[in-house]
């Protein structure tokens, strides 16, 4: 136990004051221990990243909602990991409010002043002066700078379109049924306008490493669940917002699904698009959906990510850890493999 211990702190330690640790995690039910919570916290990350779904809330009585955060904010493990780093947060469905929701969930705007009072957000942030929770935060090490970039894919998503056996087919690899399909509609959005406006711009700041979170998963291939693959145009406006930017550095992390994978997006003009998924904080799920774009797992066990980047070395290691202090996933992403093309 004691080699298990050391090799796991020789493996995620900060071994350099020239890296910088980021853990980041999803779906953790405010009625469960939450040990790996203690855990990420023993590792003193440089920051811990919710994904969202940061509780169970499932609800439309804001003072339930509240309950529920409180519940968290009470959890031992969820005190530990407070006092050992810095939180940062957005959410997904179930805690903005109910399940696979959008912009249409009513309480939409009391659920955001709960979500920023319980993760202590500054009151002259600017997450309190527009609509939703996006936002981001640059970071500075050794000279460089690595960009967080923490998106709101609920405020302002359009309605998923639902799988019909009458109308759509269905692919034999499909062995569940499926809930979704792709939208048809030209002008369905996953972000919004507004959204789409600070995006570009935020893209256009200068940063060596960018790490856009997205509550669900973005580069995996199609499975019928809630993803960014119910909004293909979005998602191709992702791609093109990237190298209209000309934003060297981007790597994807996602939650939502209750397992882990990393998966990984080629499209042409564009460099790999990698996308970490960390999604069992406390829950797991029985199976995981095709992906014709994972390259590694999946991790069906509670699990959390973490992004190690050396600015010495100009890497990135991205790895999920089990609740058993193993490394499931590991991958190591030079900067240059992350440039546009000149």
Known sequence: MKILFFCFALLCGNVSAQSLQIAFGSCSHQNQALPILQQIGDLKPDYFLFLGDNIYGDTRDSTILKQKYDQLGKNPNYQYLKAQTKILATWDDHDYGENDAG???????????????????????????????????????????????????????????????????????????????????????????????????????????????????????????????????????????????????????????????????????????????????????HFATPNTQRTQGPVMENHFGLIQIDCKSQTVKLSIIDQQKTERIQELIPWKSLQMAN
Not at 201 to 226: P, V
């Open 103 to 285: 912009k249409h969930y009513p309480l939409k705007e009391v659920s955001k002043r709960i979500f920023l009072n319980f993760f202590e957000e500054p009151l002259g942030s600017s997450r309190f002066q527009h609509e939703g929770i996006y936002t981001s935060y640059i970071i500075k090490k050794n000279r460089k700078r690595i960009q967080i970039i923490l998106l709101d894919t609920r405020t302002f998503r359009s309605d998923l379109t639902r799988f019909n056996p009458a109308e759509h087919a269905k692919d034999s690899v499909f062995f569940y049924d499926l809930e979704y399909v792709p939208t048809a509609s030209a002008d369905s959005t996953m972000l919004g306008e507004q959204q789409w406006r600070w995006l570009k711009k935020e893209l256009g700041k200068k940063a060596d490493i960018r790490i856009i979170a997205s509550s669900t998963q973005f580069a995996h291939s199609y499975n019928g669940y809630e993803s960014w693959n119910n909004f293909p145009e979005e998602k191709q406006r992702m791609f093109e917002t990237i190298k209209n930017a000309k934003a060297n550095g981007v790597l994807f992390i996602s939650g939502d699904v209750h397992y882990a994978e990393l998966s990984e997006d080629r499209v042409a003009g564009l460099y790999p698009i990698h996308d970490l998924t960390a999604s069992g904080i406390s829950q797991s799920w």
